[in-house]
């Protein structure tokens, strides 16, 4: 495996790789590719490899006018692994993977996309990454930001480093998505999918980078109480949270991000394993309809 330095480069922001344009949207994470059609690429394993490669090199990927159809979305994004539904937002019936976050006037928000966070990180094994396509937005409004989470790591201060580089913590999708539900179904959900515990710091697989790896769906460190961290109660509670709260809060480092106005047939593909992102919800009361075909991941290490 190879480490890939996140810091600047004073190349040209715009360049070529094969036939498909890339221009740099930020020092930090985010290009978006022209001269490059998605459906085609569902059908060319080629064009493909060369897309994963710039995938692994900017964390996420913009595409302008990607007029395909469902079945297209989806093979594209198989090419990357199996894909998962999702146990609270509902599947594309006709293309199971293929989850529909339809937004309307008449659908109160959610309050799960506009936080911080990495896809599912309650599951044992997050998804690898995510193809999201608009197919209707708000004439303004309703962006998507992204955070580079090994930017974030690599930032921080050495005695932080230190302490989190063993630690591990619980995610949850009770404390998340199950919280307003009933109590019965709340359990039930909680039972389907118990927390998962994730290192602090994960390792890439692909690119050996070390990534910072909390997100909205943590609730707390699972093995922070030792003589090391602990010499009396506070050091404990709210010593640990008041750190998981830092650690959380680098997502919020602009230094860190990109923002991508969207507009219809627009698709962002990003590489959840090093990146955090935010739906922002700016724009009621308009529709907002994106498709999302969420790729199955490995065990965080």
Known sequence: MTTETTTAKAAAPITTRGSIKVEALTCAIGAELSNVSLGAASRDAGLVAEIRALLLKHRVLFFRDQDITRAEH????????ELEDHPVAGSDPDHPGLVQIYKSPDAPADRYENAWHTDATWREKPPFGCVLRC???????????WANMVLAYEKLPGDVKTKIASLRARHSIEASFGAAMPAERRLALKAQFPDAEHPVVRTHPETGEKVLFVNAFTTHFTNYHTPANVRYGQDYSPGASQLLNYLISQAFIPEYQVRF???????AMWDNRSTQHYAVMDY??????????????DLPF
């Open 74 to 81: 989806v093979a594209f994004a198989r090419f990357f692994g």
């Open 135 to 145: 197919v209707e937005c708000p004439p303004v409004g309703g962006d998507t930001m």
């Open 261 to 267: 106005r969207w507009r219809p047939n627009s698709v």
């Open 284 to 297: 009621p009361p308009c529709h907002r309809k994106m498709e999302r075909a969420g790729i199955i991941g």
